[in-house]
């Protein structure tokens, strides 16, 4: 995925400063962008110096002025493009399974351990995006209050589907990863 598409996608949803689009990177299995804080902002610089976004300076008495950015009609006309597109396939990117495929020279304890670290992360993973599911993430105010969107937040019910089905195919992927780890742990111990 390439950033651009992904913050002009938050962008065409609604007005954001840099900081509100990494808040919503770091918090959402379904905005997932590995790189640095740094390439948001250089993005976003970008973005408003090929006319995709607009960028309007709030300033603040008791805090530092806000860039905040909202996407032109080529900002659309690209994000359109792009969404049209040829889909890619989704790429299993899983450091863990390398990480798995040279643990035959740990001990049974310390494989065991290992496994029992990888189980309660995927738990914890499984577990804060099935609390997301059930929260709202509006603000009466309107503005987001937290760093990740959802159904409660979607501007038309065939967004709400959308979103709502992104999220159940990233549970789903947590749950089939903690029945496999699991699975996995008890193959081992009747060793």
Do not use: C
Not at 25 to 38: D, K, P, V
Not at 100 to 128: C, F, N, R
């Amino acid at each position: 995925m390439s950033i651009e598409y992904a913050i002009l996608g938050l962008l065409n949803w609604h007005p954001l400063t840099g900081y509100d689009i990494k808040k919503m990177f770091a918090g959402s299995a379904a905005f997932y962008w590995s790189g640095n804080n740094n390439q948001i902002y250089t993005t976003l610089v970008k973005l408003h110096e090929n006319g995709l976004v607009t960028r309007e300076v709030e300033v603040q008495e008791d805090s530092p002025s806000r860039k905040i950015y909202s996407i032109t009609a080529k900002g659309q006309a690209e994000l359109k493009k792009w969404l049209l597109s040829e889909p890619e396939p989704p790429q299993l990117k899983n450091t863990f399974l390398v990480q798995l495929a040279w643990a035959d020279g740990l001990s049974s304890e310390e494989l065991d351990a290992l496994l029992g670290k990888y189980e309660a992360e995927i738990q914890m993973q499984a577990s804060m995006l099935q609390m997301q599911k059930q929260e709202k993430n509006i603000a009466p105010s309107g503005k987001i209050r937290d760093a990740y969107i959802n159904a409660a937040q979607a501007r038309t019910p065939r967004e709400a589907v959308l979103w709502t089905m992104i999220q159940e195919n990233w549970i789903s992927f947590y749950e089939s990863e903690l029945r496999w780890v699991r699975k996995l742990r008890k193959q081992l111990s009747a060793q």
